[in-house]
């Protein structure tokens, strides 16, 4: 690894938050794992003989858990038994299905600190990061557990023709769902996504990454402590490029979360077999700050939002875009800030930032970071590995002076590492932050909320947050998230995350009189009437 100078460093290392004095070992003990391992649709519905994987904590390297790994078959398995129970599931009232949510939502909360432990022990993130996850999920329960029986309660629409034809929209369920997760947000991005669809009257088949298959074989267990049905929610593990198609062969209607690359094979997958996919998907995210912005408000969160879960957050900021009149005292304070920022593998709050969770994440980080420095970008703060801490440490890092020729500049890196770069006018920022084929989030700093909204209106992303990095748009569970371009299709959140589980059904009832000449009227009065009455549908104002 090339060895970045104190000097270059900008002086000085992280400090280390305190330990908590527990271990992986005793906050996740084996019979729990054991306890959890029997929540995986693998070996058949007997669960003879099935074959394993193994996870490792990232905190330590040591071994984790040890878990029975599915086969193709074993998924089909899984959407026979979710099919059977959907069906008596689809038929209850709303309202008690969306009971369901509410009841989650308070044994979350309650039992945070089981399912932070796992997360923690998963990810290798601080529980700060892990808390998030709980935050989201518990939004997200109420939310939908208040709103779906509104959402998606049959209506009235305007008939072909007035008072004649009887209409009503109806929602119906997909089916089951085919849900496939990556580990960075493990409770978020399993029963997070899964909650909308099955307060739609949805099963669901769930992979998630192996890495992370415990926090969802957690939240499996406690949504079935607050009233779903056990065969619901079935969770297969293994290898994705085996189990991922096996489930996407299978489902209704496809919600993937992870990587553009691995989205474009679900898209196509799903595509040939005309069901529908929502994917979100990877990003380059940018944060504007401008000449009148808060400077010591967007320094707290430009940490927050570059350095969240050590990177590893789909909406995290890893270009830095700041008004050349206001950069020498911001970046300033920003390297000072990112430079005291305490870092730690306990299983307690008090560390800033975590571990990386994998060493293909610590890999990529050091590769984007070397490369950079070796064609001459200045490192203003972190740059180093820690393996003093654990194996997956980095330094949250800041880069100066990157290029576009550079990994760093054009390339998700997923890791703890901001680049950036200065800006003077603000038609100058919005273009070069629109030049990526990502179009995920962005984050906006000004004291003017007005001008903030005017240039988040003309930024090419999903979400855009003024004067918050990424949390304001993501905590606003009851608006669309999700990615244009290169970072996603479809969305998750408001209306349009739980509709995307639903098939509209328009059922019409024809009264009275058909749609057709009859009565004795030929076919020219029928259309000169029709006519007529279509006119006056026009100057009545219908719709
Ligand atoms: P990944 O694409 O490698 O894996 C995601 C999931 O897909 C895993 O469960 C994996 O096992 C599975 N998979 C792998 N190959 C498959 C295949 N051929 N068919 C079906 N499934 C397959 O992504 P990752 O590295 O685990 O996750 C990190 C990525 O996820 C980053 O790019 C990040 O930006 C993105 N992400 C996006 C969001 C969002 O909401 N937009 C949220 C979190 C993460």
């Known amino acids: ?155 009235r629409r305007g008939g072909a023709i007035p008072v004649l034809t009887h209409t009503i929209e109806a929602r119906r369920p997909k089916g089951v769902i085919g849900q496939i997760s990556p580990w960075n947000y493990p409770l978020e991005l399993s029963v997070g996504d899964a909650l909308p669809a099955f307060a739609a009257g949805n099963g669901v088949v769930n992979k998630p990454d192996t890495q992370t298959a415990l926090t969802a074989l957690w939240a499996r267990e406690l949504l079935i402590e607050a009233g779903l ?38 898209a196509q997958q799903a595509a040939a077999r005309l069901v529908g996919a929502s994917l979100e998907l990877g990003g380059k995210n940018a944060m504007l700050v401008l000449a009148d912005a808060d400077l010591d408000r967007a320094v707290d969160g430009a940490v927050r939002a570059c350095f969240s879960s050590a990177g590893q957050l789909c909406v995290s900021v890893e270009r830095l875009f700041v008004h050349r009149s206001v950069a020498e005292v911001f970046l300033a304070k920003f390297a000072e800030r990112t430079r005291a920022m305490r870092l730690g593998g306990g299983l307690a709050y008090g560390a800033e930032m975590g571990s990386l969770s994998s060493e293909r994440q610590l890999e990529v980080t050091v590769r984007h970071v070397e490369e950079a420095v070796k064609a001459g970008a200045t490192v203003l703060a972190g740059g180093q590995a820690r393996p003093e801490l654990g194996p997956l440490f980095f330094e949250p890092t800041i880069l100066d002076g990157v290029t576009p020729d550079m990994a760093v500049c054009t390339e998700e890196t997923f890791g703890p590492v901001v680049s950036v770069y200065r800006f003077d006018t603000e038609d100058e920022a919005v273009t070069v932050a629109n030049s990526t ?101 026009k100057a009545l104002g219908f719709k």
């Open 229 to 266: 049905p056990a065969d619901l929610w079935q969770i297969v593990i293994g290898d994705g490029p085996v189990i991922g198609p096996a489930v996407v062969e299978r489902a209704d209607y496809v919600s993937f979360t992870g990587s553009t690359r691995t989205g474009r094979e679900v």
């Open 1 to 155: 690894m090339t060895d970045i100078s104190a000097e270059s460093r900008g002086g000085g290392r992280n400090p280390v938050a305190p330990g908590a004095g527990r271990t992986v070992a005793s906050a996740v003990p084996q019979s729990l794992i054991s306890r959890l391992a029997r929540g995986v649709t693998a070996g058949g519905v007997e669960g003879q003989n099935p074959d394993t994987v193994q996870t490792t904590a990232p905190l330590t390297g040591e071994l984790l858990a040890t878990l029975p790994r599915s086969t193709p078959a074993d998924v089909e398995t899984a959407f026979g038994l979710a099919r059977r129970a959907q069906k008596a599931w689809a038929a209850l009232p709303l309202r008690r299905r969306a009971a369901v949510l509410l009841r989650f939502h308070d044994l979350l909360l309650k039992r945070q600190d089981e399912v932070l432990d796992l997360v923690q022990a998963e990810t290798g993130k601080s529980r700060l990061h892990a808390f998030d996850e709980v935050l989201a999920v518990v939004m997200v329960a109420r939310y939908y557990g208040r709103t779906a029986p509104s959402l998606l309660r049959d209506r």
């Open 437 to 537: 084929p990502y179009g995920l989030n962005s984050s906006v700093w000004t004291k003017d909320g007005r001008r903030g909204r005017a240039v988040a209106a003309r930024l090419r992303t999903g979400t855009v947050n003024v004067n918050e990095g990424y949390a304001a748009a993501y905590g606003s569970v009851a608006s669309p998230m999700g990615g244009m371009g290169d970072s996603g299709l479809g969305r998750r959140h408001g209306a349009e995350g739980i509709l995307r589980y639903t098939e509209g059904q328009t059922i019409a009832t024809q009264r009275l009189m058909p749609i057709a000449p009859a009565y004795g009227l030929d076919d020219a009065k029928f259309a000169m009437l029709l006519s007529k009455g279509l006119r006056a549908m």
